[in-house]
């Protein structure tokens, strides 16, 4: 029995519309990050050119604000070394 045959695939979450309701985090082309309240936990998703390229989840908005800062500051360090040819 193939160990991973028990998981479904996934559909990634659609570019939000402002009827979703989310709030903002970051809107600055080609990035933009959403987060929305679950009650027991904040789920953050962030878009480039309106395609998902990370999701996760904080206890808070703030601590959400804080990690999609960093993966931000991560793809800015990674797409400058790409530019440089590192």
Known sequence: MDFFSNFKSAVAPAFPSEADKLT?????APY???????????RWTI??????????????L???????DHVLA????????QCLGE
Not at 32 to 42: G, I, P, S, Y
Not at 62 to 67: E, H, K, Q, V
Not at 74 to 81: E, G
């Open 74 to 81: 991560f793809f800015s360090v990674s797409a400058k070394s």
């Open 47 to 60: 878009y480039r050119d309106q395609k998902l390229v990370q999701e996760g989840c904080s206890l808070t």
């Open 24 to 28: 903002t985090l970051y809107d600055t």
């Open 32 to 42: 933009a990050a959403f987060c929305e309240d679950l009650e027991f936990m904040w």
């Open 62 to 68: 703030d601590a959400s604000r804080r990690a999609v």
